[in-house]
């Protein structure tokens, strides 16, 4: 995939999340888990971005961290959300997809980006 490819997926994968969000019931357990799948959910996309311009190897490792953290906390709250009763797993399910195929790209971009020859390393 594409770095751009990429970069359109994880903007698309935020917008999904503030859908989801705003589509939560108002009960203050929902809510804050809610805020916390928005913060981690449209983060994955801000910090691509910034791995996106990254001015070395060893930058992009570390950017591509921060994507894989956020996406494994996305994946976190919304195994919360489920296992609480607040959303039903099928509600979800495209979502969690979405997050499991994303962190599956990114774990490999890194594991690629270790393994090449470079020079700003």
Known sequence: MKGQELRERTKQFALRII????SLPKSTE???????????GTGVAANYREASRARSDA??????????????ETAL???LLIESGIVSQPKLHNLRQ??????KITVTAINTTKKRPSKNR
């Open 98 to 103: 979405e997050a499991d195929e994303l962190l």
């Open 30 to 40: 929902a809510q804050v888990l809610g805020k916390q799948v928005l913060r981690s």
């Open 59 to 72: 930058e992009l490792i570390s950017k591509l961290g921060i994507v894989e953290q956020e996406l494994d």
């Open 19 to 22: 859908k989801m969000y705003c």
């Open 77 to 79: 709250w919304f195994e």
